[in-house]
Nanobody, 124 residues
Framework: QVQLVESGGGLVQAGGSLRLSCAAS????????MGWFRQAPGKEREFVAA????????AYVAFAQGRFTISRDNAKNTLYLQMSSLKPDDTAVYYC?????????????????WGQGTQVTVSS
């Protein structure tokens, strides 16, 4: 079982930037694909971005293309989500996710472990 702890959320004005971090621990992380999801109030949790261990497979949802960048520091066992040009619609709780086996986590069914979430609020 992988333990995931997110940080970096907060309040930001529209047009601003935030970088989320997710520290992973609990088992060897080799070949573990990881990703980010988000859940806005009253809405279902949705996929944002994911990448595998080596970066050969990276996926973004359409609204994240060009504004968000997923990266990871394997030496630090940490996943990042750099978000820029933020909009009020980006307001949500952002969750870090570890994929089952080496599945790229692009849906809840692909996720083996979740973090507790970090709140991102974008003001207009």
């Amino acid at each position: 079982q992988v333990q995931l702890v997110e940080s970096g959320g907060g309040l930001v004005q529209a047009g601003g930037s935030l970088r989320l971090s997710c520290a992973a621990s609990g088992r060897p992380l080799n070949n573990l694909a990881m990703g980010w999801f988000r859940q806005a109030p009253g809405k279902e949790r949705e996929f944002v971005a994911a990448r595998d261990w080596g970066g050969g497979r990276i996926a973004y949802v359409a609204f994240a293309q060009g504004r968000f960048t997923i990266s990871r520091d394997n030496a630090k066992n940490t996943l990042y989500l750099q978000m820029s040009s933020l909009k009020p619609d980006d307001t949500a709780v952002y969750y870090c996710a570890a994929g089952r086996a080496n599945l790229l986590p692009r849906s809840a069914a692909d996720v083996g472990s979740w973090g507790q979430g970090t709140q991102v609020t974008v003001s207009s």
